[in-house]
Protein backbone atom coordinates (compact mmCIF):
# COMPACT_ATOMS: atom_id res chain seq x y z
CA UNK A 1 0.00 0.00 0.00
CA UNK A 2 1.05 3.87 -0.69
CA UNK A 3 1.88 5.04 2.62
CA UNK A 4 1.61 8.62 1.08
CA UNK A 5 -2.72 8.86 0.54
CA UNK A 6 -3.51 10.47 -2.98
CA UNK A 7 -6.21 12.58 -0.99
CA UNK A 8 -7.58 13.85 2.80
CA UNK A 9 -10.31 15.83 3.60
CA UNK A 10 -12.32 16.00 6.57
CA UNK A 11 -16.11 16.06 6.99
CA UNK A 12 -17.26 18.54 9.70
CA UNK A 13 -20.84 19.28 8.11
CA UNK A 14 -23.75 18.54 6.07
CA UNK A 15 -22.26 20.31 2.94
CA UNK A 16 -18.69 18.29 3.77
CA UNK A 17 -20.73 15.14 2.84
CA UNK A 18 -21.49 16.64 -0.75
CA UNK A 19 -17.76 17.42 -1.08
CA UNK A 20 -16.77 13.90 -0.20
CA UNK A 21 -19.22 12.75 -2.30
CA UNK A 22 -17.48 14.74 -4.92
CA UNK A 23 -14.02 13.72 -4.21
CA UNK A 24 -14.82 10.07 -4.23
CA UNK A 25 -16.03 10.33 -7.36
CA UNK A 26 -13.18 12.02 -8.64
CA UNK A 27 -10.61 9.93 -6.83
CA UNK A 28 -12.33 6.90 -8.72
CA UNK A 29 -12.04 8.05 -11.97
CA UNK A 30 -8.37 9.22 -11.62
CA UNK A 31 -7.23 5.72 -10.45
CA UNK A 32 -9.86 3.99 -13.42
CA UNK A 33 -13.05 2.93 -12.51
CA UNK A 34 -15.89 3.01 -14.55
CA UNK A 35 -19.04 5.12 -14.19
CA UNK A 36 -21.17 2.82 -12.38
CA UNK A 37 -18.18 2.28 -10.07
CA UNK A 38 -17.77 5.22 -9.28
CA UNK A 39 -21.46 6.10 -8.52
CA UNK A 40 -21.05 3.19 -6.15
CA UNK A 41 -18.21 4.10 -4.58
CA UNK A 42 -19.50 8.38 -3.82
CA UNK A 43 -22.65 6.69 -2.44
CA UNK A 44 -20.73 4.72 -0.09
CA UNK A 45 -18.74 7.49 0.77
CA UNK A 46 -22.32 10.08 1.24
CA UNK A 47 -23.85 7.73 3.50
CA UNK A 48 -20.93 6.93 5.88
CA UNK A 49 -20.48 10.88 6.25
CA UNK A 50 -24.06 11.58 6.24
CA UNK A 51 -24.53 8.95 9.23
CA UNK A 52 -21.00 10.37 10.96
CA UNK A 53 -22.47 14.21 10.19
CA UNK A 54 -26.14 13.33 11.51
CA UNK A 55 -24.40 12.05 14.74
CA UNK A 56 -22.80 14.83 15.65
CA UNK A 57 -19.48 13.26 14.89
CA UNK A 58 -16.03 14.79 12.81
CA UNK A 59 -14.33 12.43 10.74
CA UNK A 60 -10.87 12.37 8.33
CA UNK A 61 -11.50 10.83 4.96
CA UNK A 62 -8.03 9.29 3.43
CA UNK A 63 -7.86 8.03 -0.12
CA UNK A 64 -4.91 5.47 -0.84
CA UNK A 65 -3.83 2.57 -3.12
CA UNK A 66 -2.85 -0.82 -3.35
CA UNK A 67 -0.56 -1.66 -6.28
CA UNK A 68 1.19 -5.25 -5.67
CA UNK A 69 -1.41 -8.64 -6.26
CA UNK A 70 -4.55 -6.73 -7.30
CA UNK A 71 -4.73 -3.07 -7.36
CA UNK A 72 -7.07 -1.22 -5.24
CA UNK A 73 -8.76 1.56 -3.89
CA UNK A 74 -8.61 1.85 0.09
CA UNK A 75 -10.79 4.87 1.52
CA UNK A 76 -10.53 5.31 5.39
CA UNK A 77 -13.13 7.64 7.68
CA UNK A 78 -11.33 7.86 11.23
CA UNK A 79 -13.36 9.81 13.99
CA UNK A 80 -11.79 10.07 17.49
CA UNK A 81 -14.96 8.70 19.39
CA UNK A 82 -14.49 5.34 20.93
CA UNK A 83 -17.05 2.69 21.06
CA UNK A 84 -18.89 3.96 18.18
CA UNK A 85 -18.70 1.32 15.65
CA UNK A 86 -21.21 -0.70 17.68
CA UNK A 87 -24.08 1.87 16.08
CA UNK A 88 -22.70 2.05 13.09
CA UNK A 89 -22.43 -1.48 11.68
CA UNK A 90 -26.36 -2.26 11.39
CA UNK A 91 -26.56 1.41 10.15
CA UNK A 92 -24.30 0.46 7.02
CA UNK A 93 -25.59 -3.02 6.63
CA UNK A 94 -26.43 -1.53 3.07
CA UNK A 95 -23.52 0.14 2.25
CA UNK A 96 -21.44 -3.03 2.25
CA UNK A 97 -23.41 -3.76 -1.08
CA UNK A 98 -21.25 -0.83 -3.17
CA UNK A 99 -18.11 -1.85 -2.07
CA UNK A 100 -16.15 -5.06 -2.29
CA UNK A 101 -14.78 -5.14 1.76
CA UNK A 102 -16.03 -2.54 4.57
CA UNK A 103 -15.01 -3.11 8.05
CA UNK A 104 -16.15 -0.66 11.46
CA UNK A 105 -13.65 -1.27 13.86
CA UNK A 106 -12.88 0.18 17.43
CA UNK A 107 -9.80 1.11 18.91
CA UNK A 108 -8.12 3.55 21.41
CA UNK A 109 -8.04 6.66 19.42
CA UNK A 110 -11.63 6.41 17.97
CA UNK A 111 -13.91 4.46 15.54
CA UNK A 112 -12.32 3.57 11.92
CA UNK A 113 -14.60 2.47 9.01
CA UNK A 114 -12.17 0.90 6.50
CA UNK A 115 -13.06 0.28 2.62
CA UNK A 116 -12.18 -0.95 -0.50
CA UNK A 117 -12.93 -1.86 -4.46
CA UNK A 118 -10.72 -3.19 -6.98
CA UNK A 119 -9.81 -1.50 -9.62
CA UNK A 120 -11.04 -3.42 -12.77
CA UNK A 121 -8.42 -4.97 -15.28
CA UNK A 122 -8.38 -2.43 -17.84
CA UNK A 123 -7.12 0.60 -15.23
CA UNK A 124 -3.41 1.95 -15.89
CA UNK A 125 -0.85 0.53 -14.15
CA UNK A 126 -0.44 2.46 -10.72
CA UNK A 127 3.32 3.55 -10.66
CA UNK A 128 4.68 6.34 -8.45
CA UNK A 129 5.12 8.42 -12.05
CA UNK A 130 1.03 8.01 -12.37
CA UNK A 131 0.67 8.47 -8.70
CA UNK A 132 2.26 11.75 -8.41
CA UNK A 133 0.10 12.95 -11.67
CA UNK A 134 -3.40 11.84 -9.58
CA UNK A 135 -2.05 14.07 -6.69
CA UNK A 136 -1.55 17.32 -8.46
CA UNK A 137 -4.94 17.06 -10.61
CA UNK A 138 -6.83 16.23 -7.17
CA UNK A 139 -5.13 18.96 -5.45
CA UNK A 140 -7.08 21.63 -8.21
CA UNK A 141 -9.91 19.85 -7.53
CA UNK A 142 -12.73 22.51 -6.74
CA UNK A 143 -15.82 21.12 -4.73
CA UNK A 144 -19.03 22.04 -6.41
CA UNK A 145 -22.22 23.13 -4.73
CA UNK A 146 -24.83 21.25 -3.31
CA UNK A 147 -27.03 22.39 -6.32
CA UNK A 148 -24.68 21.18 -8.66
CA UNK A 149 -23.64 17.56 -6.71
CA UNK A 150 -27.55 17.16 -6.99
CA UNK A 151 -27.24 17.82 -10.80
CA UNK A 152 -24.80 15.01 -11.23
CA UNK A 153 -26.69 13.31 -9.07
CA UNK A 154 -29.80 13.59 -11.33
CA UNK A 155 -27.69 12.88 -14.41
CA UNK A 156 -26.70 9.45 -13.12
CA UNK A 157 -29.98 8.56 -12.12
CA UNK A 158 -31.40 9.32 -15.25
CA UNK A 159 -28.44 7.15 -16.92
CA UNK A 160 -28.84 4.57 -14.15
CA UNK A 161 -32.61 4.32 -15.10
CA UNK A 162 -31.82 4.46 -19.15
CA UNK A 163 -29.54 1.65 -18.22
CA UNK A 164 -32.15 -0.01 -16.23
CA UNK A 165 -34.69 0.32 -18.94
CA UNK A 166 -32.40 -0.67 -22.00
CA UNK A 167 -31.91 -3.98 -19.60
CA UNK A 168 -35.49 -4.34 -19.11
CA UNK A 169 -36.38 -3.75 -22.97
CA UNK A 170 -33.23 -6.54 -23.56
CA UNK A 171 -34.73 -9.46 -21.14
CA UNK A 172 -37.96 -8.73 -22.68
CA UNK A 173 -36.78 -9.41 -25.97
CA UNK A 174 -34.49 -12.52 -24.85
CA UNK A 175 -37.61 -13.79 -23.27
CA UNK A 176 -39.98 -13.49 -25.88
CA UNK A 177 -36.57 -15.29 -28.02
CA UNK A 178 -36.67 -17.47 -25.00
CA UNK A 179 -40.52 -18.63 -25.31
CA UNK A 180 -39.73 -18.88 -29.04
CA UNK A 181 -36.56 -21.49 -28.56
CA UNK A 182 -39.05 -23.02 -26.55
CA UNK A 183 -42.27 -23.91 -28.44
CA UNK A 184 -39.20 -24.56 -31.18
CA UNK A 185 -38.24 -27.21 -28.30
CA UNK A 186 -41.16 -28.38 -27.64
CA UNK A 187 -42.22 -29.01 -31.10
CA UNK A 188 -38.88 -30.78 -31.83
CA UNK A 189 -39.20 -32.94 -28.23
CA UNK A 190 -42.87 -34.01 -29.46
CA UNK A 191 -41.81 -34.72 -33.23
CA UNK A 192 -38.42 -36.98 -31.61
CA UNK A 193 -40.73 -38.43 -29.07
CA UNK A 194 -43.49 -39.56 -32.06
CA UNK A 195 -39.82 -40.94 -34.10
CA UNK A 196 -39.11 -42.77 -30.99
CA UNK A 197 -41.79 -43.83 -30.12
CA UNK A 198 -42.43 -45.47 -33.86
CA UNK A 199 -38.98 -46.69 -33.50
CA UNK A 200 -39.73 -48.29 -29.77
CA UNK A 201 -42.70 -49.65 -32.09
CA UNK A 202 -40.63 -51.16 -35.00
CA UNK A 203 -37.72 -52.68 -32.78
CA UNK A 204 -40.55 -54.52 -30.58
CA UNK A 205 -41.99 -55.90 -34.07
CA UNK A 206 -38.95 -56.88 -34.66
CA UNK A 207 -37.92 -58.62 -31.59
CA UNK A 208 -41.36 -60.30 -32.14
CA UNK A 209 -40.32 -61.54 -35.36
CA UNK A 210 -37.05 -62.39 -34.30
CA UNK A 211 -37.99 -64.45 -31.38
CA UNK A 212 -40.35 -66.30 -33.72
CA UNK A 213 -38.00 -67.28 -36.58
CA UNK A 214 -36.12 -68.38 -33.48
CA UNK A 215 -39.02 -70.64 -32.32
CA UNK A 216 -38.73 -71.74 -36.03
CA UNK A 217 -35.27 -72.30 -36.61
CA UNK A 218 -35.77 -73.85 -32.87
CA UNK A 219 -37.94 -76.42 -34.55
CA UNK A 220 -36.36 -76.98 -37.73
CA UNK A 221 -32.85 -78.00 -35.70
CA UNK A 222 -35.06 -80.40 -33.48
CA UNK A 223 -37.25 -81.76 -36.35
CA UNK A 224 -33.68 -82.40 -38.21
CA UNK A 225 -32.30 -83.82 -35.35
CA UNK A 226 -35.36 -86.06 -34.63
CA UNK A 227 -35.37 -87.04 -38.90
CA UNK A 228 -31.26 -88.01 -38.61
CA UNK A 229 -31.76 -90.10 -35.53
CA UNK A 230 -34.81 -92.06 -37.07
CA UNK A 231 -33.34 -92.58 -40.62
CA UNK A 232 -30.07 -93.59 -39.02
CA UNK A 233 -31.92 -96.07 -36.82
CA UNK A 234 -33.72 -97.17 -39.89
CA UNK A 235 -31.09 -97.76 -41.77
CA UNK A 236 -28.64 -99.29 -39.86
CA UNK A 237 -30.78 -102.60 -39.92
CA UNK A 238 -31.30 -103.45 -43.73
CA UNK A 239 -27.63 -101.88 -44.47
CA UNK A 240 -26.00 -104.27 -41.23
CA UNK A 241 -27.86 -106.95 -43.24
CA UNK A 242 -26.40 -106.07 -46.65
CA UNK A 243 -22.81 -106.73 -45.35
CA UNK A 244 -23.87 -109.91 -43.58
CA UNK A 245 -24.85 -111.40 -47.17
CA UNK A 246 -22.32 -110.42 -48.71
CA UNK A 247 -20.13 -111.88 -46.38
CA UNK A 248 -22.18 -114.95 -46.49
CA UNK A 249 -22.04 -114.63 -50.15
CA UNK A 250 -17.93 -114.86 -50.69
CA UNK A 251 -17.52 -117.46 -47.63
CA UNK A 252 -16.22 -120.44 -49.13
CA UNK A 253 -18.78 -122.62 -47.39
CA UNK A 254 -21.11 -121.01 -50.04
CA UNK A 255 -21.13 -122.29 -53.69
CA UNK A 256 -18.30 -120.79 -55.45
CA UNK A 257 -19.22 -118.03 -57.60
CA UNK A 258 -17.35 -116.84 -60.67
CA UNK A 259 -14.71 -113.76 -60.91
CA UNK A 260 -17.02 -111.03 -61.89
CA UNK A 261 -19.86 -111.87 -59.35
CA UNK A 262 -17.15 -112.00 -56.25
CA UNK A 263 -16.14 -108.54 -57.99
CA UNK A 264 -19.66 -107.45 -57.47
CA UNK A 265 -20.27 -108.79 -54.07
CA UNK A 266 -17.05 -106.98 -52.91
CA UNK A 267 -18.08 -103.78 -54.54
CA UNK A 268 -21.52 -103.88 -52.94
CA UNK A 269 -20.18 -105.09 -49.30
CA UNK A 270 -18.06 -101.96 -49.69
CA UNK A 271 -20.83 -99.24 -50.30
CA UNK A 272 -22.65 -101.20 -47.45
CA UNK A 273 -19.68 -100.08 -45.24
CA UNK A 274 -19.33 -96.82 -45.95
CA UNK A 275 -23.08 -96.09 -46.11
CA UNK A 276 -23.21 -97.55 -42.58
CA UNK A 277 -20.04 -95.82 -41.70
CA UNK A 278 -22.55 -92.61 -42.69
CA UNK A 279 -25.12 -93.96 -40.91
CA UNK A 280 -23.12 -94.19 -37.66
CA UNK A 281 -21.53 -90.70 -38.03
CA UNK A 282 -25.47 -89.06 -38.97
CA UNK A 283 -26.96 -90.85 -35.46
CA UNK A 284 -23.56 -89.77 -33.31
CA UNK A 285 -23.98 -85.90 -34.66
CA UNK A 286 -28.08 -86.10 -34.43
CA UNK A 287 -27.73 -87.16 -30.43
CA UNK A 288 -24.76 -84.30 -30.12
CA UNK A 289 -27.16 -81.93 -31.12
CA UNK A 290 -29.84 -83.37 -29.23
CA UNK A 291 -28.04 -83.09 -26.15
CA UNK A 292 -28.32 -86.84 -25.41
CA UNK A 293 -24.50 -86.91 -24.73
CA UNK A 294 -23.74 -86.65 -20.97
CA UNK A 295 -20.13 -86.96 -20.00
CA UNK A 296 -18.79 -89.26 -17.41
CA UNK A 297 -16.08 -87.83 -15.28
CA UNK A 298 -13.37 -90.01 -14.68
CA UNK A 299 -9.17 -90.24 -13.91
CA UNK A 300 -8.75 -91.41 -17.57
CA UNK A 301 -5.16 -93.23 -17.96
CA UNK A 302 -3.75 -91.19 -20.71
CA UNK A 303 -0.81 -93.78 -21.72
CA UNK A 304 -3.93 -96.85 -22.18
CA UNK A 305 -6.07 -94.44 -24.36
CA UNK A 306 -3.14 -93.73 -26.70
CA UNK A 307 -1.70 -97.07 -26.66
CA UNK A 308 -5.65 -97.90 -27.78
CA UNK A 309 -5.40 -95.71 -30.34
CA UNK A 310 -1.98 -97.00 -31.33
CA UNK A 311 -3.07 -100.68 -31.64
CA UNK A 312 -6.63 -99.91 -33.61
CA UNK A 313 -5.83 -97.10 -36.27
CA UNK A 314 -2.11 -98.44 -37.14
CA UNK A 315 -3.81 -101.13 -39.46
CA UNK A 316 -5.41 -97.91 -41.07
CA UNK A 317 -2.12 -96.76 -42.03
CA UNK A 318 -1.72 -98.46 -45.20
CA UNK A 319 0.43 -95.73 -46.91
CA UNK A 320 4.24 -97.43 -47.36
CA UNK A 321 5.63 -93.81 -46.88
CA UNK A 322 3.82 -92.21 -43.84
CA UNK A 323 4.74 -92.71 -40.33
CA UNK A 324 1.55 -93.19 -38.22
CA UNK A 325 3.63 -91.90 -35.09
CA UNK A 326 1.37 -91.88 -31.31
CA UNK A 327 4.31 -90.23 -28.80
CA UNK A 328 4.08 -91.63 -24.97
CA UNK A 329 1.72 -88.66 -23.44
CA UNK A 330 3.49 -86.67 -21.74
CA UNK A 331 0.49 -86.01 -19.35
CA UNK A 332 -0.20 -89.40 -17.50
CA UNK A 333 -3.65 -88.67 -16.16
CA UNK A 334 -6.32 -86.33 -16.34
CA UNK A 335 -10.19 -86.04 -15.62
CA UNK A 336 -12.64 -86.61 -18.47
CA UNK A 337 -14.65 -88.68 -20.33
CA UNK A 338 -12.65 -91.64 -21.96
CA UNK A 339 -15.04 -92.29 -24.30
CA UNK A 340 -15.67 -89.19 -25.79
CA UNK A 341 -12.31 -87.70 -25.38
CA UNK A 342 -10.79 -91.68 -27.32
CA UNK A 343 -13.87 -90.70 -29.93
CA UNK A 344 -12.69 -87.25 -30.72
CA UNK A 345 -8.59 -88.47 -31.10
CA UNK A 346 -10.01 -91.41 -33.05
CA UNK A 347 -11.53 -88.97 -35.49
CA UNK A 348 -8.85 -86.74 -35.61
CA UNK A 349 -6.25 -89.59 -36.78
CA UNK A 350 -8.65 -91.24 -38.87
CA UNK A 351 -9.00 -88.47 -40.96
CA UNK A 352 -5.43 -87.22 -40.94
CA UNK A 353 -4.30 -90.57 -42.06
CA UNK A 354 -7.46 -90.70 -45.02
CA UNK A 355 -5.59 -87.60 -46.43
CA UNK A 356 -2.08 -87.98 -45.48
CA UNK A 357 -0.04 -89.56 -48.67
CA UNK A 358 3.36 -89.61 -47.45
CA UNK A 359 5.28 -88.14 -44.30
CA UNK A 360 3.60 -88.90 -40.95
CA UNK A 361 0.30 -87.75 -38.89
CA UNK A 362 1.68 -87.20 -35.19
CA UNK A 363 -0.30 -87.60 -31.76
CA UNK A 364 1.24 -85.70 -28.81
CA UNK A 365 0.15 -84.40 -25.74
CA UNK A 366 1.26 -81.41 -23.35
CA UNK A 367 0.57 -79.51 -19.98
CA UNK A 368 -0.21 -75.42 -21.08
CA UNK A 369 -1.17 -73.80 -17.62
CA UNK A 370 -4.82 -75.05 -16.24
CA UNK A 371 -5.07 -76.99 -19.82
CA UNK A 372 -3.82 -80.28 -21.60
CA UNK A 373 -3.37 -79.82 -25.22
CA UNK A 374 -3.69 -82.18 -27.29
CA UNK A 375 -1.90 -82.17 -30.97
CA UNK A 376 -2.52 -84.19 -33.93
CA UNK A 377 -0.32 -83.08 -36.77
CA UNK A 378 -0.31 -84.71 -40.35
CA UNK A 379 1.87 -83.79 -43.47
CA UNK A 380 -1.15 -84.18 -45.69
CA UNK A 381 -2.09 -81.69 -48.66
CA UNK A 382 -2.86 -78.89 -46.31
CA UNK A 383 -6.47 -76.50 -46.31
CA UNK A 384 -6.51 -72.79 -47.22
CA UNK A 385 -6.54 -70.50 -44.41
CA UNK A 386 -10.01 -68.99 -45.45
CA UNK A 387 -11.77 -72.73 -45.12
CA UNK A 388 -10.51 -73.16 -42.00
CA UNK A 389 -14.47 -72.30 -39.93
CA UNK A 390 -15.73 -74.15 -43.08
CA UNK A 391 -14.24 -77.44 -42.32
CA UNK A 392 -16.34 -77.87 -38.73
CA UNK A 393 -19.16 -77.22 -40.99
CA UNK A 394 -21.50 -80.38 -41.83
CA UNK A 395 -21.27 -82.33 -45.24
CA UNK A 396 -18.41 -79.85 -46.11
CA UNK A 397 -15.50 -80.94 -47.62
CA UNK A 398 -12.41 -79.38 -49.08
CA UNK A 399 -12.83 -78.52 -52.85
CA UNK A 400 -10.06 -80.90 -54.24
CA UNK A 401 -9.38 -83.17 -51.37
CA UNK A 402 -9.74 -87.12 -52.33
CA UNK A 403 -9.21 -89.74 -49.39
CA UNK A 404 -7.12 -92.33 -50.15
CA UNK A 405 -9.10 -95.08 -48.49
CA UNK A 406 -12.54 -94.72 -47.90
CA UNK A 407 -14.83 -91.67 -48.51
CA UNK A 408 -15.24 -88.57 -46.31
CA UNK A 409 -18.81 -87.66 -45.52
CA UNK A 410 -17.73 -84.54 -44.19
CA UNK A 411 -19.39 -85.23 -40.42
CA UNK A 412 -16.26 -86.27 -38.35
CA UNK A 413 -14.60 -82.56 -37.72
CA UNK A 414 -18.51 -81.23 -36.57
CA UNK A 415 -18.88 -83.91 -34.54
CA UNK A 416 -15.29 -83.84 -33.33
CA UNK A 417 -15.75 -80.31 -32.50
CA UNK A 418 -19.45 -80.55 -30.47
CA UNK A 419 -17.82 -83.66 -28.14
CA UNK A 420 -15.03 -80.92 -27.56
CA UNK A 421 -17.20 -78.70 -26.52
CA UNK A 422 -19.05 -80.99 -24.32
CA UNK A 423 -15.76 -82.12 -22.58
CA UNK A 424 -15.39 -78.23 -21.63
CA UNK A 425 -12.94 -77.45 -24.10
CA UNK A 426 -12.14 -75.68 -27.87
CA UNK A 427 -10.59 -76.59 -31.01
CA UNK A 428 -8.49 -74.81 -33.20
CA UNK A 429 -7.15 -75.65 -36.73
CA UNK A 430 -3.57 -74.17 -38.10
CA UNK A 431 -2.46 -75.27 -41.97
CA UNK A 432 -1.29 -74.44 -44.84
CA UNK A 433 -1.78 -75.74 -48.31
CA UNK A 434 1.07 -78.31 -49.30
CA UNK A 435 2.56 -78.12 -45.42
CA UNK A 436 -0.05 -80.32 -43.49
CA UNK A 437 -2.50 -79.53 -41.22
CA UNK A 438 -2.56 -79.38 -37.02
CA UNK A 439 -5.23 -79.88 -34.60
CA UNK A 440 -5.17 -78.77 -31.22
CA UNK A 441 -8.17 -80.13 -28.66
CA UNK A 442 -7.75 -77.93 -25.59
CA UNK A 443 -9.59 -79.22 -22.67
CA UNK A 444 -9.23 -78.36 -18.78
CA UNK A 445 -7.17 -80.57 -16.38
CA UNK A 446 -10.57 -80.60 -13.52
CA UNK A 447 -13.25 -79.54 -15.17
Avoid at 196 to 205: F, K, S, Y
Avoid at 299 to 310: C, I, S
Amino acid sequence: MNREPLMRMRIRVEQDVFAVRQLGREVAREVGFEAQDQTRLATALSEVGRLLVAAGRDADVAFTTTADGVPTLHVELAHPVPGDGARLRPQLAQVTRLVDTMEVGDGETGTVVRMSRRLPPSSPALNPDRMDEIRERLAEHVPGTPFDELTVQNQQLIAALDEVRAQRDDLARLNVELEETNKGVMALYHQLSDELEETNRGVVALYAELDEKSVQLRTASEAKSRFLANVSHELRAPVTAIIGLGRLLADEASDKLTTEQSRQVELIRGSATDLLSLVNDLLDLAKAEAGRIEPHWSDVDLKAVFGQLRGTLRPLATQPDVDFVVEEPAVPRMRSDEVLLAQVLRNLLTNAIKFTEAGSVRLGVARVGDNVEFTVADTGAGIPPELHERIFEEFYQVPGSHALNGKGTGLGLPYARRLVGILGGAMRVSSVPGAGSTFVVSLPVSP
